[in-house]
């Protein structure tokens, strides 16, 4: 069954510091990938979306991930986290069926020291 | 600007009450999606529909029911037999590319 796991809940790291955030899939095929980004209180919005070709993608906002195939990893990153980015962060894997489902990490929260 | 709307914010259940959430969308999308979302366990999905009077049980299913009358609309209940209701509700929404939209929310809580 594919799943998704975020072993860091939080992860707090210094305004002007680099940032990564790591996500390891099970998935038989090669999976579509995504991270999402929530504020409190809000909904989801999507940061950067894997579906194949080159494995480092760039997302809004600055951020990028990274596909490693032999890792079953898809890793954000951002060189310079700002206070704005402080949130909780979803990765995702796509069920590749025509449902569209996605299944989603337990989340890491981001806190941003000034 | 078109996205999704969910109502209401917030709302409070009575034991043995049933409870509708709403969410309408103007995005014009076929897929919609329900989510249910519990602090440290991510979202897990209770129902989608991909097609109007159509829709299939996600992985949390029990104590929940859909409808899917209009192509916008895709109102969530919760019923009675959920037992454990209080959580927050994500609503989604996609033109078939993963690329969800997500309402801001509902947050259920049992008084």
Known sequence: AQSVTQPDIHITVSEGASLELRCNYSYGATPYLFWYVQSPGQGLQLLLKYFSGDTLVQGIKGFEAEFKRSQSSFNLRKPSVHWSDAAEYFCAVGARDSSYKLIFGSGTRLLVRP | ?111
């Not at chain 2, 709307?5 to 076929?30: A, I, W």
């Open chain 2, 1 to 111: 600007d078109g996205g999704i709307t969910q109502s209401p914010k917030y709302l409070f259940r009575k034991e043995g009450q049933n409870v509708t959430l709403s969410c309408e969308q103007n995005l014009n999308h076929d897929a919609m999606y329900w989510y249910r979302q519990d602090p440290g366990q991510g979202l897990r999905l209770i129902y989608y529909s991909q097609i109007v009077n159509d829709f299939q049980k996600g992985d949390i299913a029990e104590g929940y029911s859909v409808s899917r009358e209009k192509k916008e609309s895709f109102p969530l209940t919760v019923t009675s037999a959920q037992k454990n209701p209080t959580a927050f509700y994500l609503c989604a929404s996609t033109e078939g590319d993963y690329g969800y939209t997500f309402g801001s929310g509902t947050r259920l809580t049992v008084v």
